[in-house]
């Protein structure tokens, strides 16, 4: 064994994270045997901390720690429109663009059958029970990612939509085909919303 137990087993772990590969695993573990222990335990408690705290906004299904999240409960926001995204991610890439004003929903992926995923994993139902109980809402962004299945789920939750009147519109493909939202810059993505096409 290379290395003591408890070593191998920070290694193992942090290797587990998305990206991290076992050198940078290791890079990581042994800077963090080098940090002094009161910054380890800063770390490691607000790992668990914000794992404890956090949980999903009732409404939109974003990460929040109250209930409903903060953009949920700003009266300041549009009320009419909701953008629709895969993932927690995205919705700070669409506030970081400081343009949308509406309200979100988060469906915690996508319908990826090669990987398992089906629709009923996606947070789908949460928005169709929204749709029914909210008569405010007059248009759904769909901005799932510009991928294969980022379509497949776009134009199944149009399908599903459409037969109640409500405005269903699409983000325009500024972004390069098979790209993330995350990676688009605000002025791509910015243009990519405004210029966004009726399903
Ligand atoms: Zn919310």
Redesign the pocket.
């Known amino acids: 064994m290379r290395y003591a137990p408890t070593i191998a087993r920070l290694i193992s772990e942090l290797g587990k994270l998305p990206g991290i590969g076992g050198k940078s695993a290791q890079r990581l573990a042994f800077h963090i045997l080098s940090m002094p222990e009161e910054k380890v335990r800063d770390l490691s408690d607000s790992i668990v901390l914000a794992r404890e705290s956090v949980r999903l906004?009732s409404?939109?299904q974003?990460y929040?720690d109250t209930d409903?999240?903060s953009?949920?409960d700003d009266p300041s926001r549009d009320r009419k429109t909701i953008c629709v995204v895969e993932n927690p991610r995205d919705v700070s890439t669409m506030e970081r663009m400081r343009e949308y004003r509406g309200l979100y929903h988060v469906l915690h992926g996508v319908y990826s059958p090669l990987q398992n995923v089906g629709l009923d994993s996606l947070k789908l139902k949460e928005l169709i029970t929204r749709l029914q109980k909210d008569n405010e809402i007059r248009e759904v962004i769909l901005a799932t990612n510009q991928t294969a299945e980022g379509e497949a789920t776009a134009m199944y939750i149009a399908r599903l939509i459409k037969p109640s009147g409500i405005r269903v519109t699409r983000i325009a493909s500024g972004l390069p085909m098979g790209s993330d939202l995350e990676f688009a810059d605000d002025i791509t993505l910015s243009k990519a919303m405004r210029a966004r096409h009726e399903f």
């Open positions: 906004c409404v939109c974003n929040t409903p999240c953009v949920c």
